[in-house]
């Protein structure tokens, strides 16, 4: 069975950290460009980070400032984003996304042009919630 996992989602103080973990079953990682997305209520989903294949390329919004930081471990076949200095505004859903096929040309294409495009796998979510 292909499928994404996300573990690591929580609630945290204004100012914390947290880290997401995403595992992929049925399929090998390493092949996939990877990338982390989120939607907040009421908003529509965004691209926060996105990795190609080697991982030698990144993509992060611009709104998080250096805050998080997206990793690979390719002998686990998962996948991190590491948040820092989280605000109440990070609040929402966060989604991790892999995809192996050619329709991505940039790891910036990955991340805002899902919609249009596709993506191959999607996990199903995890909430983070940074509240006082």
């Known amino acids: 069975q292909l499928q994404l996992v996300e573990s690591g989602g929580g609630l945290v103080q204004p100012g914390g950290s947290l880290r997401l973990s995403c595992t992929a079953s049925?399929?090998?990682?390493?092949?996939?460009?990877i990338g982390w997305f989120r939607q907040a209520p009421g908003k529509e989903r965004e691209g926060v980070s996105c990795m190609n294949r080697f991982g030698d390329r990144t993509y992060y919004t611009d709104s998080l400032k250096g805050r998080f930081t997206i990793s690979r471990d390719n002998a686990k076949n998962t996948m991190y984003l590491q948040m820092n200095s989280l605000q109440p505004e990070d609040t929402a859903v966060y989604f991790c996304?892999?995809?192996?096929?050619?329709?991505?040309?940039?790891?910036?294409?990955?991340?805002?042009?899902?919609?249009?495009?596709?993506?191959?796998?999607w996990g199903n979510g995890t909430q983070v919630t940074v509240t006082s």
């Open positions: 049925g399929f090998p990682l390493s092949r996939a460009a």
């Open positions: 996304a892999a995809d192996s096929s050619p329709r991505f040309t940039t790891v910036h294409a990955m991340c805002t042009m899902s919609r249009e495009l596709g993506m191959d796998y």
